[in-house]
């Protein structure tokens, strides 16, 4: 007899684990969605992966690995367009969704949305269908007001869609405890509907290299102390905050400590086709550090693990992070990290045992941290090992995979039950709308 395995509609809108990593809506969420969706088949579910169609080159359906395919609907011109565009094309998304599981006779069980947008076009798709919608929001509205006031750019409708959401869901899932919390005091949610599940990092892909070998590899010919800053050129990442703090380094080896920002729209960055790029190069040339500076430009997962490794430290001080990856990805390589503590961050890096938390916007803070990790090999060791172990027994994908399928089982369990009592108190079977 086959065995039928479960079937999950994942909606991602904006985030496909198709687009390319670093750019300016690509980033934490794709990684989550691919590997989320790709791991958990591995517990017996079948995963389709709902997101927007950008191009012509893009074919509707992908098979992305085992058990999981990617689902390019149309929904607006063929085009890369910015997330904070897409909520008039939601109507179009979800009809085209409906059209492909209908028409071609595909039923699923549960709805996993991801962002705000994929979570109300799960609220529609669980009306039709009736069946079970878990939601991932990744960042919430509310916060993101709080702390981008009128740079926010997000449609007006997101809170009052939000609202509806965590109304609506049957379970949320918080990737920590500030988000959990969160959730409640801002919103109202039902914290017996809130479940943590934190995201991770791929423990195979970023592993410890040798610091010489890792410098040779990515072409850094010194010996001396090195920073690194992964992550999207943003202003709300913080990166002027780490420029700021290279002047300030006095004492020890740390005073030729040399800075590598890896991120970017291409491979190559450069102040004449990227803003930020030019902002924070005028920031390090009146400071008198821009020799100090290297912007690398946007690289792949395959490599990333290179420059973490080649780092004595690695600094991520956003003032705004829902949660971030870039901390397990430089704990997974057993390099410290220096990052603000706000989101994710708070849980996810141990203060003075993986790393140190310092508050965002202070370089005088940072710089002192700086000075305190680059000038004790000994201090450096420690921390890198216990970032290490925090992240194999707590953020592997593997762990959070089995978590959500857990997650997933309970949902359609508890949908089991109430359609055995309504069978009963009906006398008939109970079928869910198609």
Not at 35 to 42: H, L, M
Not at 120 to 132: A, D, F, H, S
Not at 147 to 173: C, F, K
């Amino acid at each position: 007899m086959e065995v039928v395995r479960p079937r999950i509609a994942m909606i991602s809108e904006h985030a496909s684990p198709l687009a390319l990593l670093g750019g300016e809506d690509a980033g934490g969420q794709n990684v989550y969605v691919s590997e989320v969706s790709t791991k958990v088949a591995n517990f017996g579910y079948e995963v389709d992966v709902f997101t927007r169609r950008e191009s012509t080159g893009v074919p509707e359906v992908t098979s992305w690995s085992e058990g999981v395919r990617i689902i390019s609907l149309r929904a607006g011109p063929l085009e890369y367009l910015k997330k904070d565009m897409l909520l008039p094309l939601m109507p179009e998304f979800r009809d085209n969704l409906i059209r492909f599981a209908e028409d071609g006779g595909r039923v699923y069980d549960v709805i996993h949305a991801n962002f705000w947008m994929s979570a109300w076009v799960g609220c529609e798709l669980k009306q039709r269908w009736n069946i079970p919608l878990v939601v991932t929001f990744h960042a919430l509205g509310k916060i993101k007001r709080l702390h981008q006031g009128a740079a926010d750019t997000s449609p007006s409708e997101r809170i009052a869609v939000e609202l509806r959401v965590i109304d609506e869901a049957d379970v949320l899932i918080a990737q920590c405890p500030s988000e959990k919390e969160e959730l409640i005091e801002l919103y109202g949610a039902d914290e017996n509907r809130i479940v943590i599940v934190p995201s991770a990092v791929d423990v195979e892909t970023f592993r410890p290299i040798p610091r010489r070998e890792a410098r040779k590899i990515i072409g850094v010919d010194t010996e001396g102390p090195l920073i690194v800053y992964v992550g999207r050129l943003l202003p709300r990442k913080g990166i002027d905050n780490i420029i700021r703090a290279l002047p300030l380094l006095s004492h020890g080896r740390s005073r030729y400590a040399r800075l590598l920002i890896v991120g970017g729209e291409t491979d190559e960055v450069s102040p004449e086709t990227d803003k930020e790029v030019a902002r924070l190069t005028e920031i390090a040339k009146s400071l008198g550090v821009l020799d100090r500076v290297t912007f690398v430009g946007r690289r792949t997962q395959s490599v990333l693990k290179y420059y973490y490794s080649a780092a004595d430290v690695c600094v991520s001080t956003p003032w705004y992070e829902p949660f971030g990856l870039v901390p397990l990805e430089s704990m997974a390589c057993r390099t410290p990290i220096i990052a603000s503590e706000v989101g994710g961050m708070k849980f996810t890096v141990q203060d003075n045992k993986t790393g140190f938390h310092v508050p965002p916007k202070d370089p005088e803070i940072l710089a002192s941290r700086l000075e305190v990790v680059l000038n004790s090999y000994g201090l450096r060791t420690s921390l890198g090992r216990k970032a290490r172990d925090r992240v194999e027994k707590f953020f592997t994908w593997h762990q959070v995979a089995k978590r959500m399928a857990t997650v997933y089982a309970e949902v359609l369990g508890r949908r089991a039950e109430i359609a055995t009592d309504e069978t009963t108190a009906l006398g008939r079977p109970l079928r869910h709308a198609r």
